[in-house]
Nanobody, 122 residues
Framework: QVQLVESGGGLVQAGGSLRLSCAASGTIFSINTMGWFRQAPGKQRELVATIASDGSTNYADSVKDRFTISRDNAKNTVYLQMNSLKPEDTAVYYC????????????????WGQGAQVTVSS
């Protein structure tokens, strides 16, 4: 019904940049908040950034001033521009949509992508 697919991951050197994309597909009327989470090996998944449907954003302190989240509502796509990457940014990055309207009164909550690997070498 709703599928999120991430793209844009890869290997970069410290100080480099990557741009992640996440496209939601299916029968979608609208999406409330979209966001990015990441999970390093052996660690819990953590919030990176979120963006609400009105464009308001929220960032983890560790990525403020380096990462920028944005979205294209017409395409149901969220982006994460990552600059000045550090080795500690290495993780699998997951896209999330917290509330997706899929019908007149039907919703899907907590939709997740399968993840995109981001590796930053020192």
């Amino acid at each position: 019904q709703v599928q999120l697919v991430e793209s844009g991951g890869g290997l970069v050197q410290a100080g480099g940049s990557l741009r992640l994309s996440c496209a939601a597909s299916g029968t979608i009327f609208s999406i409330n908040t979209m966001g990015w989470f990441r999970q390093a090996p052996g660690k819990q998944r953590e919030l990176v950034a979120t963006i609400a449907s009105d464009g308001s954003t929220n960032y983890a302190d560790s990525v403020k001033d380096r990462f920028t989240i944005s979205r294209d509502n017409a395409k149901n796509t969220v982006y994460l521009q990552m600059n000045s990457l550090k080795p500690e940014d290495t993780a699998v990055y997951y896209c999330n949509a917290d509330k997706v309207r899929v019908g007149v009164i039907q919703y899907k909550r907590d939709c997740w992508g399968q993840g995109a690997q981001v590796t930053v070498s020192s």
